[in-house]
Structures are given as structure tokens and as C-alpha cells.
């Protein structure tokens, strides 16, 4: 498996600012995944992260909200734009190691 | 809408006995299936995971059983014990795409 963690692990913010959530792993790994998880929730795929090339937006979410980094092969940011309360959630990266995808611990955003 | 449909949203087994959470699909080009535990406050861990090729998949007290032909999988956790309350997540993949559509989750409470 593969060691993950994220930054930070938990934030409040109020509406309307920007959080940039970092997602750092142990190897070097071609293929990056956001996710968020809303309470209580099961897991939404927001995009796919390659290093080298843009990133790639699942239906429901666009660019101008979560813009992605991905500036090498251990790293990617994820931010929350213009947030508001129905952005509360938790925020989870994986990577695709050895064809199986790891999680990192997540990020757990509230927004008031 | 959700690709995987999980079942039972919840169960109570007593230490010693039986839990099995079902999974179903429609998408006949998913060919990877794997199981997520998540405890609360954690990110998903990889349980364990099958490909369409074998019928029934075995680690430790965990079993996938795969139906091809009815598109349905299952785990079943053997002995279960205290340690195992958490929520179990199914997911499956298409080839080549490795992003993960989960099921609704399940949570699992094991009474001592």
C-alpha cells in the first residue's frame, strides 16, 4: 500500500473563502483521485488528477469550484472556491498504486 | 444515480456470527470489485477485492462471493468480532478507468 496524508485534516471556514487541501503520498504515482464524502454519506468522485495533463472533472463538478494542482508524481492540492455551507464535507484523495486505489485519511471541512 | 446498490444500510450481528452485506450492478463492462472499511474519522481502507474471473475470494475471516451472472457480490466477514464495527463500502471500476463507483455503505455493529 502506499502512505497518505493530507493537509489539513480538518478546517472551519466561513462563506464565501477559498481552502486549499494538500495531498502528499509516500511513492511516486501516476494516477490521483478527489473525492468528497458528505456525512454520513457514501463516496463521490469530484475528479482525476495525472500528472502532466489537466485534470479530468466528473459530472456535477467544474473547474472554477475545485480547481486541482498536480505538479509532480507524489503531490496534488485540491481547493474549495467560494465556499458555502453545502460545501461541508469530508475531502479524500487516493492514488492508484499496483492497480488498487489507497485513501488518505481526509480532510473534514466545515463551512459556516 | 448510483451504479452499486448496497445492502442492508445496517446490521447488528453478535460477536462470533455472520455479517454479509450485498452488492448489486448494472454496468456488465465493471470488472474489478473491491471492499472498503472505514472506520469514523478515517479515510476507506482496501479490504479486499475480486475480478469477475473467480467466484469467491478469501482473506483471513473475509470472502468476496462473486455472481457473474446475476451481477451481484458479497462480503461475508466470518467470526465477526468487536473490532469489525465500521461502515463497509462496495465499488466496482470499468477497465482501464479505475475510478470507483461505490455503493451506499454499510454499517456494521458487532455486539460483544
Known amino acids: 500500500s502506499a502512505v497518505i496524508s493530507q493537509k489539513p485534516s480538518r478546517d472551519i471556514c466561513q462563506r464565501g473563502t477559498s481552502l486549499t487541501i494538500q495531498c502528499q503520498v509516500d511513492s511516486q504515482v501516476t494516477m490521483m483521485f478527489w473525492y468528497r464524502q458528505q456525512p454520513g454519506q457514501s463516496l463521490t468522485l469530484i475528479a482525476t488528477?495525472?500528472?502532466?495533463?489537466?485534470?479530468?472533472?466528473e459530472s456535477g463538478f467544474v473547474i472554477d469550484k475545485f480547481p486541482i494542482s498536480r505538479p509532480n508524481l507524489t503531490f496534488s492540492t485540491l481547493t474549495v472556491s467560494n465556499m458555502s455551507p453545502e460545501d461541508s464535507s469530508i475531502y479524500l484523495c487516493?492514488?492508484?498504486?499496483?492497480?488498487?486505489?489507497?485513501f488518505g485519511p481526509g480532510t473534514r471541512l466545515t463551512v459556516l | 444515480q448510483q451504479q452499486v446498490k448496497q445492502s442492508p444500510q445496517s446490521l447488528i450481528v453478535q460477536k462470533g456470527g455472520i455479517s454479509i452485506i450485498n452488492c448489486a450492478y448494472e454496468n456488465t463492462a465493471f470488472d474489478y470489485f473491491p471492499w472498503y472499511q472505514q472506520f469514523p474519522g478515517k479515510g476507506p481502507a482496501l479490504l479486499i477485492a475480486?475480478?469477475?474471473?473467480?467466484s469467491e475470494k478469501k482473506e483471513g475471516r473475509f470472502t468476496i462471493s462473486f455472481n457473474k451472472s446475476a451481477k451481484q457480490f458479497s462480503l461475508h466477514i466470518m467470526d465477526s468480532q468487536p473490532g469489525d464495527s465500521a461502515t463497509y463500502f462496495c465499488a466496482a471500476s470499468i477497465p482501464n478507468d479505475y475510478k470507483l463507483s461505490f455503493g451506499a455503505g454499510t454499517t456494521v455493529t458487532v455486539r460483544a
Open positions: 487516493s492514488v492508484l498504486l499496483r492497480y488498487e486505489q489507497f
Open positions: 475480486i475480478r469477475p474471473d473467480v
Open positions: 488528477a495525472n500528472q502532466g495533463s489537466e485534470a479530468t472533472y
